[in-house]
């Protein structure tokens, strides 16, 4: 009910000037772009029910609220090539996975309630092939989401299951330094190897044996056929800390290692459409080491299409993944995620989602989740 009443309230709103709900602020928000400072406020409400249930009609219901702001020290007449970002976070509500009991967060805003500082960095290019970033980050921007993969729900579209680099809700400490030459291109980061949520990263990285974590990528943006590309990702992770083994025994492990190799292609995109209208396809498998990691095996894969006739901006997928569980018992999981992303205004978007687990937790009940998000750019 909730959702819906905000639904009518922005279908009365459909005027509102430009891409946000408050519109350009009578000129101020143009303004203040053009001096290098952008503000970006998203709020996301998300309501999942599990139709397979004892009991008909629970849902659970979560709220997401982003605040960022982003300063450009050259529109600043500071340096060249230099940006600041800083996000704060709200999370209130639950999502479906307390219901549901799978080995890793169903969708991709769940998390424990909390507000935090969810990154604080300085970015500085160098020219068009190198560029660096310091501070407290999601490793997902770098190292997870492929392209045309970010309009899924589920959470393991995102950052590979397998990895421990930190990501949503826990961002961490870190370093990350890119290079770029015609069409491939290098990363290699740092991070702290025990982030936590609400931390800032001083007070998590620098503990006695807090360990550390190193990734690096290597991918290759080529043309497919006459009208888009696609990219190839090979990466890497390292991570040194003082680990259990996942059997349940007293041995201790000093890291763990693990890989990715991502295939993230459009096959097509309209002639007639500058933007990112057209079928894309997502490929995507994951390992790590089975002693000592939880889930140490991931393929997942998905199609998407944007654009879909007199509706340009709205999208269409499906995907699928399997992963394989230690704990709590040595299983594995499945699941399938088809969604519809109705774009209402330029500032928000309803999407309704159905997905279905099989094994949740490596041995719990089959699930069938009916739900949907509205998420509105303020």
């Not at 990691?293 to 340009?312: N, Q």
């Not at 309803?350 to 099989?358: E, F, G, N, V």
């Amino acid at each position: 009910m909730r959702a819906l009443a905000i639904t009518c309230a922005l279908a009365a709103t459909a005027h509102a000037d430009g891409d946000h709900l408050t519109g350009a602020w009578g000129g101020a928000r143009d303004a203040l772009a053009d001096a290098g400072v952008v503000f970006d406020v998203t709020y996301a409400l998300e309501t999942f029910g599990d139709v397979q249930r004892d009991a008909p009609g629970h849902a659970t219901l979560l709220g997401h609220l982003d605040a960022a702001v982003t300063l450009d020290s050259e529109k600043l007449h500071l340096w060249p090539g230099g940006k600041l970002y800083a996000l704060a976070q709200n999370n209130a509500g639950h999502g479906i996975n307390r219901d549901v009991g799978s080995a890793t967060d169903i969708s991709n805003l769940e998390a424990a309630p909390y507000t935090q500082l969810g990154e604080l960095f300085l970015e500085q290019q160098f020219g068009d092939a190198i560029n660096l970033r310091v501070g407290k980050q999601d490793a997902n921007r770098d190292f997870g989401t492929p392209r045309f993969g970010g309009n899924f729900i589920n959470n393991n579209f995102g950052m590979f299951p397998t990895s421990p680099l930190p990501s949503y809700p826990t961002n961490g400490l870190g370093a990350s330094l890119g290079v770029a030459h015609a069409w491939l291109a290098a990363r290699a980061a740092v991070y702290e190897g025990s982030p936590q949520v609400g931390g800032f990263g001083l007070d998590t990285a620098f503990k006695a044996h807090a360990g550390y974590m190193l990734a690096g990528l290597v991918s290759a943006t080529t043309p497919f056929g006459a009208r888009d590309t696609g990219t190839q990702s090979v990466g890497v992770w390292r991570q040194q800390a003082d680990l259990p083994a996942v059997d349940g025994s007293s041995r201790t492990f000093a890291h763990d290692a693990g890989f990715y190799v991502q295939l993230d292609e459009r096959f097509y995109r309209s002639v007639d459409t500058k933007d990112e209208s057209g079928l894309t396809v997502i490929l995507r498998f994951s390992w790590a080491q089975a002693d000592r990691t939880d889930i140490s095996r991931y393929l997942g894969g998905s199609v998407a299409y944007h654009g879909l006739g007199a509706r340009r901006d709205d999208t269409v997928g499906i995907g699928a993944g399997y992963f394989t569980v230690a704990q709590p018992v040595d299983g594995s999981e499945e699941f399938v995620e088809l969604f519809y992303k109705w774009r209402m205004t330029p500032y928000a978007s309803l999407q309704p989602d159905l997905q279905l687990y099989r094994h949740p937790g490596g041995d719990g009940r089959d699930a069938l989740l009916i739900g949907t998000r509205l998420k509105v750019k303020i």
